[in-house]
């Protein structure tokens, strides 16, 4: 057996072991795999700009502050956090439709996330892509866990319901009472080179949404990386949403 047919011949019994897709498998099958931790991008050149706990009063500027420098940013939303999601509906629609992405951080975002059961952590996603197949029409497939919880059962449940786990490699510790500045200084520590960053930020700060965001956007350009969404810096920038229908009660 020649070396080419001894190729085709185990490509044929690989092809063989594999079973036939449905679409929506298919969708997945070419992102990054359900229930594991990611940290970073898969390549370097980019900076995915990530924002969780909204939406809130700063949805809408921040996505005008992004698209306006040219960046597409990621936004995890939760359902109830800083207040009901249907409060922003048009923000969140606004962000969508510009193409930052919409993804989830649980609807109620639970102090106790890591130590929840299967069921509860079921209900805490079902519920966001409830509301965001009734606000966006789309349910999404990226996830972030409240205070970056990845233990218990919250990666075994991830990886059945599909979901991408997104925690960070650089935290702004926006959270944690840091100035913008400060928080500029830990981008300016990690770097420009090497596989792009997905950041730990909040736009539920003036500050991150007013003051850092636009520095970044600088710093990206001054380094010449790519201001891209989570999805598409992980080589998926068709994989971020499922289809969807929501119960369109658009109620929290
Ligand atoms: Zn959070």
Known sequence: MGLTTLFVASLAAVTGAVPVLNPIQAIQAAGPPAG???TKCTSPGMLALAYDDGPYQYTQKLADILSQGGAKGTFFVTGTLYG???NQKTAVQNAYKAGHQIASHSWTHPQNFGSLSAADLTSQMQKVENALANIIGVKPTYMR???LATGGNVLSTMKTLGYRVITDD???EDWNGKTPQQSEQKFQQAGASGNGHIPLMHETYQGT???LTPWLINW???NNLKLVTVAECLGDPTGAY?????DGKMSC
Not at 242 to 246: C, D, E, K, R, S
């Open 220 to 222: 990206a350009k001054t």
């Open 145 to 147: 866990p409240p205070y």
């Open 36 to 38: 594991q931790v990611i």
């Open 209 to 211: 949404v007013e003051t």
């Open 170 to 172: 650089v935290d702004a």
């Open 84 to 86: 009901c999601i249907y």
């Open 242 to 246: 499922l289809n969807a229908t929501g």
